[in-house]
């Protein structure tokens, strides 16, 4: 078997480097409790201002905007807010809780600096804004290790929401941002290939690896850009998805397009050309070397 030589890796960021469900569910899930019970407010009617509380900003990663949630009062506010000698105040653990389960899977860090100390330029693509982006790489320390993440475009801040640091406080120093579209979705092979031109890579020498069948290796399968899939990112926990889709960012006509290419999808039977149980796999899979080009971006 012939060893392929990758000067480019490509890699999606949310459920293939860190766990982003995880991390999503166990803030939100215990945030979304305790409001619901210490503010008396009717499950299914919380559920349901999250949900357009998500849509209106395109993220479900906003939900630290509680003054936008129509169930609640002032009163609410100040119970959310307050924290007492017997337990934190409620959005105080919200934010804890999503900082403490921000965790890379196993040998993620290690793999990737070896894969760096090889010249190997490494490029993140994700659908998560920018300043959500920026701030996982920032807490995980990855700043560096990365050369360049394609993110979109951020949503404004929400104005009922005080901010407490300046937005450059989560600027990068070493890590390069490029901005894409707001909304954007993948599978685009459009973006993909666009990627490959700014960083001086072609098919040949670069890899594209990512969690999710109908969205990474489907759209890398387009290109004929060899596809890893890291199927560690993609066990779905039932309790944890089915939160998220109950209260996702996702419209209607959005929710229509996933359906539609999950059907594509399985009439064309995608299939990667390699897929790994573990992050580290791919250092037995690739010869990684020098990039040896700068970015044209």
Request: include cysteine; glycine fraction near 2%.
């Given at each position: ?71 609640l ?6 119970i ?52 959500y ?12 290790i990365?050369?360049?993440?394609y993110?979109?475009?951020?949503h ?134 020098n ?7």
């Amino acid at each position: 078997m012939v060893v392929k030589n990758v000067k480019v890796l490509i890699t999606d960021l949310d459920d293939t480097i860190w766990d982003w469900l995880v991390m999503w569910y166990n803030s939100f899930n215990p945030y979304s409790n305790r409001i619901q019970n210490e503010c008396r407010i009717n499950k299914d009617n919380l559920i349901s201002d999250f949900k357009q509380l998500h849509q209106k900003y395109h993220t479900s990663e906003v939900s630290y905007a509680y003054k936008e949630l129509k169930s609640l009062t002032p009163e609410s506010y100040n119970i959310i807010e307050r924290d007492s000698e017997e337990k934190i105040g409620i959005i105080h653990e919200y934010y804890r809780n999503k900082k403490n389960n921000l965790k890379l899977y196993n040998d993620v860090l290690e793999t990737l600096k070896i894969i760096k100390s090889k010249g190997t330029r490494i490029i993140g693509f994700t659908e998560s804004n920018i300043f959500y982006t920026k701030w996982r790489i920032k807490t995980l320390n990855l700043d560096g290790i990365f050369d360049i993440i394609y993110s979109p475009e951020d949503h404004e801040l929400p104005q009922t929401v005080d901010r407490v640091y300046e937005p450059s406080h989560w600027d990068l120093t070493q890590t390069q941002i490029s901005k894409l579209p707001a909304k954007f979705k993948k599978p685009n092979p459009e973006i993909l290939l666009k990627i490959l031109k700014d960083n001086s890579a072609t098919n040949k020498d670069a890899i594209y690896m990512g969690d999710k069948l109908d969205r990474d290796i489907y759209m890398a399968n387009q290109i004929n850009l060899t596809s890893v899939h890291a199927i560690y990112g993609n066990a779905i926990d039932n309790e944890a998805y089915n939160l998220l889709r109950a209260v996702t960012h996702w419209q209607n006509e959005e929710v229509q397009r996933e359906i539609a290419i999950k059907d594509e999808v399985k009439n064309a039977t995608v299939k990667p050309d390699y897929t790994i149980k573990n992050f580290k796999e791919i250092l037995n899979l690739f010869n990684f070397e020098n990039h040896g080009a700068r970015s044209s971006s």
